[in-house]
C-alpha cells in the first residue's frame, strides 16, 4: 500500500483582506506639521518631522517617523499598524525614544474607511504616576493628506484634544 504525505496548509501564512489592503494606503514617505497644547493655559507648540511607512508582508505597516517633539527635542518614534480577523480588530504599537512606555492600539475604521480610531491606555500627561485613556484618529482627506489627532479622556468625561498633525506625500 502506498502513502502519500500532504503538507498541511499552514496556519500561520495569512493572505491580507481588505482592512489589510486600506492600511497600505500609508507606505509612502511624508513630511508633517504638528501643533500641540502642552497644557491648559499654553499657547500651541508647533514643529515638524519626517515618516517613512513601509509595508511587512502586505499586512502590517511600520510607520518611522523623526522629528521635533515639544518640550523633547529631535525624537524617533516607531508605529506599527495591523488587522486582527479574529478580533475584527486593527491593532498596533507606538514607541518614541523619549519615553519608555509601550502604547498598545486596539481600533475600527469607520464605515466611509477614511477615519482609523486607535484607542490605547497609557501615562496620564500630568505625571503623578496615574494612567489615562487616549485616542488616536487617522483621517484621510486624500491619498497624499492625513491628519492625525490625539485626544485624552479628561476627569471630566470629555475628550480633549492636545494634537494635530497634518501629513503631506512626499512619494
Known sequence: METTTTQPESAMQAEPQKEHHWLQKLVGEWT????????????????????RVRSLGGLWVLAEGEGEMPGCGVVTTLMTLGYDPQKQRYVGTWIGS????????DGELDSAET???LSSDGPAMTGEGKMAKY?????????DHRVL??????DDGQWHQFM?????REK
Open 115 to 117: 477615519v482609523l480610531t
Open 135 to 143: 485616542r488616536d484618529v487617522i483621517e484621510f482627506k486624500s491619498d
Open 164 to 168: 494635530t498633525a497634518n501629513y503631506r
Open 32 to 51: 508633517y506639521e504638528t501643533e500641540a497644547l502642552m497644557g491648559p493655559d499654553q499657547t500651541p507648540e508647533k514643529s515638524t518631522g519626517t515618516e
Open 149 to 154: 489627532t490625539s485626544h485624552m479622556l479628561g
Open 98 to 105: 523619549m519615553m519608555t512606555y509601550l502604547w498598545l492600539y
